[in-house]
């Protein structure tokens, strides 16, 4: 079940409510109008309503996002009238009395079937959890408080035709708290669980949850160890028109349970003790038996199938023959003999499903018990505690029994006990605040209480007294004896009461009678009451388990120790039903109560839909117009003095804004002045009452018109002040402007005046340093005129007393002088211009004379010849080895080959195979003649087929080998004087052929990815070994001579073809075709 929509925070529980929160405050109060107002509050999702303190809550059948950390904060510590109604609220309400006041708490959760109970109880528990402290120990026992519901949950409840999870059985758990409101641990008690389910339940029902988990979810290896099959229908308890529920994944819910278990502490053997006794009651249901006649015109029993008695023996560990023994026949025992009687077939099935009921009853007892081992307190300590109470509703079906007497009887009893406690609370309230109590009139249950537990003349004391009787017991003789005790009783009525009165009612027939509860009458048809209350499983049957050597069901059946001697018959269902309700009463008297009463809106668990007639039937039964009543009867409505003043102080001049002096004068001032009449309200000690709603609502709707003119002037006053607020931020804004314009401007003004006062003074300084450049320059002038006239003058008289030696050899003087000159620069720019030392730097400095361009070019070549020569110093002797075979590749390849461009910045490595590999054939080429040059995989081409066969290649100074890539075993070895020329193509494959001297096995057609490399080695070793050069063809098209055949290879050009190796193509015996790119 989920629940209702997102509250927000309010000032008040009356603001912005729907319908009315509270229905003590309803007005006017009838059954139409109090259904009225939850089906408006249900249809605005609004499923929490208040009656005083007391939860109303609608099941929605729908997720509503209300819930969780968030909503938790929100309803924390906080009034409960302050927020809008919350099963959170009244969680918090009891949490915090326990822990600041002290009291002793408990939560009664009440509804009948799909109402939310079981959720309900939940939340509560999970409020709880999230709001109490935090720490290891705590967190440890607040988790194993919540796990104990999924354990209950999975072996308690059933879906029904109302309820997909009903709870089968009453859940009352007392958390227990420390001084500081931290859980220490728990019990709890359980009430009447609906075992006959097990057996037996209506169409479209289902078994206990517990079964269909561990089919669905149980291991391979359990259901081994169980012998079971995961198919429902192959047992015969569970046999149903539905075994899987929407929306609920049965194998992950047995994951939540085993985790449950060990989070609670249950020993790995416990639980697998547990699983077997739930594969006992599956299997006993599979136990069939059958009549077979006798000699003496009597039947009896048999077992008809023993695979299924043996299933079960094996499990529990006993004899074949003592179950079977016991579930056929039966001990009786007669003035002072015990006779063994065989049983019918009816006998027979009736006593295994008495064994299989009693069986799972004392099963889930146990599992109460051994959860209440692990989160019980030890130890002595002082400790509070807080009740949480989930039990059934009243009941009121087409066919009631034994089960629904007892339902209704107890909530007769909680329902006397909620009458009792909200008057009591309402007189202690009263007298507390010092306002005159009156007596209430209500209807007083006591007296069907009574009828149903008195000791002597009660219909459970008749019941036990019949069935303890000897004689012939039916139940019509306990009809009877009704009929003679209770004829007189006002709220019982039976066929012959009422003919004793001359009243004719078909309705009631002759083997059932009428209970007038409190919700309504109700008819109880007494079949099977008998065998019900005594709740007996044959004496045969414990005596039978208690052989078993399995521990846990042995310890199940102590009664069937045969060294014990039970004297005292076992009390009947009902006399343990009314003790335990007893019990519990007396319980929640002890504790302060806090009510949940959870109402279904349809039969059918439809979300958003509200069937009338349906709520109106709980309404009743839950005596919600009773509990109005009850809280409405002398005031109706009663607040303190604090926030009631605040809420109503607006309407009164005299306590608006602020009232200075005490609040209960502020709200005498303020009804005076409203002219409240004074019969109408009463003060108390801390607390202003008021008699009618109307009066409240009077004030309310008093105070929403004067919020309206209150927030107009607010609004009014907002306005003003933010006009003013803007107006004078505006002045002083454009105040702030005016002087920064003011400012800027005269910065402008001054900076242009100061900007052509420097342009002026920059013009005369400018100016003057002309005037005296000018004056300089026209010095110089004189100066330099002066010098060359001088120098003319002296020259003219040197060449005048020397002209006779300078005439023949003053030009050539001159000249050389001016070459030498020329030279010397252009040597010495060239000097400080050389280009950097690498040599393929190819740069040199332009010249600037043309006569010297000859001395230019030789001293460039000579430059570079020196560079090399120094780069050639430089480089080691493995590096010039490798620029030499580059070198020789490029005499071979260039220009003809079109794969050479790529392989020149390749090195030539000569080692292409990884380590491993490497090592491996090295070993073989140590073996081989001469220097080892080059190892490599290379592809042989089959000289058949044109398919490759890889081969690894050892090349030597001296020979060239071919070995197996597999067996490293040598196939070819050819020395370098039988290779007399190599053929390839002019594309950028691979493909290349050997061609060998006359008298061999013929040519060898190979594939290489590094072809230049290896021909470039081979060329040379050969000239090496040989001393001639052997001839090197690169053409598209050549032949190749194999042992008898010579074979031609043309190389085509095919354009759409995927990677770059060659493709060979045989197109007859005489010719190859190679596909490359």
């Known amino acids: 079940m989920v629940w209702q929509p997102t509250m927000s925070k309010k000032s008040s529980y009356l603001d912005n409510v729907v319908g009315v929160d509270d229905m003590v405050l309803l007005e006017p109060l009838t059954d139409e109008s109090l259904l009225t107002n939850l089906k408006e509050r249900f249809n605005k999702n609004e499923i929490y309503t208040y009656i005083g303190n007391v939860v109303i809550s609608i099941n929605p059948y729908k997720m509503l996002p209300i819930y969780g950390q968030t909503k938790i904060n929100e309803y924390r510590n906080a009034n409960f009238y302050e927020l809008s109604p919350h099963i959170y609220a009244i969680a918090d309400e009891a949490y915090r009395s326990l822990r600041d006041r002290n009291k002793d708490q408990c939560v009664l959760i009440t509804g009948e079937s799909g109402s939310g109970k079981t959720e309900a109880s939940k939340l509560v528990m999970s409020y709880i959890a999230a709001v109490c402290g935090k720490g290891e120990a705590v967190n440890q026992v607040k988790e194993q408080l919540l796990k104990s519901n999924p354990i209950l949950e999975a072996f ?10 009903s709870s089968r059985f009453g859940k009352y758990m007392d958390i227990e708290f420390d001084f500081k409101g931290d859980p220490l641990g728990g019990v709890i008690s359980n009430y009447l669980l609906e075992k006959s389910r097990v057996v037996k339940r209506l169409k479209g029902e289902r078994n206990f949850h517990i079964f269909y988990q561990l089919l669905a979810g149980g291991s391979s290896e359990l259901l081994e160890h169980l012998n079971m099959l995961r198919d429902c229908n192959r047992y015969i308890y569970l046999i149903s028109d539905k075994t899987s529920l929407n929306g609920v994944n049965d194998a992950a819910s047995f994951d939540t349970v085993k985790a449950a278990m060990n989070i609670i502490g249950f020993e790995k053997s416990e639980v697998d003790s547990v699983w077997e006794m739930v594969a006992v009651v599956l299997k006993l249901g599979n136990i069939t038996l059958k009549a077979e006649p006798q000699s003496s015109g009597m039947d009896e029993c048999y077992i008809n199938d023993l695979k299924a008695l043996r299933e079960v023996c094996s499990l529990i560990d006993l004899d074949e023959s003592i179950l079977e023994q016991a579930l056929c026949s039966r001990t009786v025992q007669a003035r002072g003999e015990k006779v063994k009687t065989t049983l019918t077939a009816a006998q027979g099935s009736y006593a295994r499903d008495a064994l299989a009921k009693n069986l799972y009853d004392r099963l889930f007892n146990w599992m109460v018990k051994r959860i209440n081992e692990s989160i019980q307190v030890r130890g002595k300590v002082q400790k509070k505690v807080m009740g949480v109470l989930d039990i059934y509703g009243f009941e009121i079906f087409k066919d009631n029994s034994f089960e629904q007497l007892v339902i209704n009887y107890c909530n007769e009893k909680l329902q006397q006990l909620f009458i009792e406690i909200t008057l009591k609370e309402e007189q202690q309230e009263y007298i507390r605040e010092g306002i005159k109590w009156t007596q209430i009139e209500f209807f007083n249950n006591a007296i069907i209480c009574d009828l149903i537990e008195n000791n002597k003349k009660g219909i459970l004391a008749m019941l036990d ?9 039916t139940e019509m003789t306990f009809l009877q004896k009704l ?6 009783h006002q709220h019982f009525e039976s066929k012959e009461t009422q003919s004793s009165k001359f009243i004719t009612d078909l309705t009631l027939p002759v083997n059932c009678f009428r209970v007038q509860h409190y919700a309504g009458k109700v008819m109880y048809n007494v079949t099977e009451f008998i065998d019900k209350n005594n709740d007996l499983l044959y004496r045969d049957l414990s005596k039978a388990m208690w052989q078993a050597k399995h521990k846990l069901i042995k310890s199940f059946f102590s009664e069937g120790d045969p060294h014990k001697t039970l004297l005292k018959r076992p009390p009947t269902a009902g006399f343990q039903f009314k003790a335990s309700v007893n019990v519990l009463m007396k319980n929640l008297l002890a504790k302060n109560p806090n009510y949940i009463r959870c109402i279904k809106p349809n039969d059918t668990k439809s979300p958003a839909y509200f069937e009338d007639r349906v709520v109106q039937t709980q309404i009743k039964y839950l005596g919600l117009m009773e509990n109005v009543r009850v809280r409405r009867a002398g005031y109706a ?6 926030p009631c003043l605040e809420r109503y102080k607006m309407l009164c001049k005299q306590t608006w804004p602020n009232w200075k002096g005490n609040e209960r004068d502020g709200i005498k001032t303020l009804l005076i002045e409203l002219n409240v009449p004074l019969e109408e309200y009463a003060f108390g000690q801390t607390k202003i009452f008021i008699r009618n709603p109307q009066t409240l609502f009077d004030l309310e709707e008093r105070r929403r018109l004067q919020m309206g003119f209150l927030v107009t002037m607010i609004q009014k006053t907002y306005r003003g002040w933010k006009c003013r607020t803007h107006f004078l931020l505006m002045k002083k804004c454009q105040i702030i402007i005016a002087a920064k314009f003011r400012a800027y401007n005269q910065q402008k003004k001054y900076k242009n005046m100061r900007k ?3 342009v002026f003074q920059a013009c005369i300084r400018g100016w003057k340093v002309r005037k005296l450049q000018r004056a300089r320059k026209q010095e110089k002038i004189y100066a330099a005129a002066v010098t060359v006239i001088a120098a003319g003058w002296r020259g003219y008289q040197v060449r005048k007393q020397n002209r006779k030696y300078f005439k ?18 252009y040597l010495l720019g060239l000097k400080n211009n050389l280009p950097s030392m690498s040599p393929t730097d190819r740069s040199w400095p332009p010249l600037r004379f043309h006569f010297l361009s000859k001395t230019d070019e030789e001293l460039k070549t000579v430059f570079c010849r020196w560079k090399c020569k120094k780069y050639r110093e430089g480089i080691s002797s493995q590096r010039k080895e490798e620029l030499e075979e580059k070198q020789y590749a490029s005499e071979l390849f260039k220009d003809k080959k079109a794969s050479y461009s790529s392989s020149v910045p390749q090195p030539f490595k000569g080692q292409y195979l990884d380590n491993q590999k490497k090592i491996k054939y090295q070993k073989l080429a140590s073996g081989m003649e001469g220097k080892l040059l080059m190892m490599d995989m290379i592809m042989k081409i089959n000289r058949k087929d044109g398919k490759n066969s890889p081969r690894i290649l050892i090349m030597t100074s001296r020979n060239f080998a071919l070995a197996d890539a597999k067996s490293s075993q040598i196939k070819t070895m050819i020395t370098m004087n039988k290779i007399k020329g190599i053929s ?18 013929g040519d060898l057609l190979l594939s290489s990815n590094h072809l230049v490399e290896l021909t470039t080695k081979l060329h ?15 053409q598209d098209e050549f032949s190749v001579k194999f042992s008898k055949d010579t074979i031609a290879v043309k190389f085509m050009t095919e354009i759409n073809k995927n990677g770059n190796r060659p493709v060979l193509k045989k197109k007859n015996s005489r010719l190859f075709e190679v596909h490359v790119l």
């Open 1020 to 1034: 040379r070793s050969i000239m090496d070994a040989t001393q001639q050069v052997i001839n090197v063809k690169i």
């Open 756 to 758: 052509a006062a420097i």
């Open 465 to 473: 007294e019949e069935c303890l009787r000897p004689g012939d017991i």
């Open 984 to 1001: 390839m193509s002019e594309r950028r494959d691979g493909l290349f052929v050997l061609h060998l001297v006359e008298n061999s096995e």
């Open 156 to 165: 308690g409840n059933a879906k029904t035709i109302r309820n997909d999870n």
């Open 637 to 642: 409505y009663r607040h303190h003095y604090r």
């Open 808 to 825: 023949s050899n003053a030009s050539r003087i001159v000249q050389r002088f001016i070459i030498s000159s020329v030279i010397q620069n």
């Open 483 to 488: 009929n003679q005790i209770c004829s007189g």
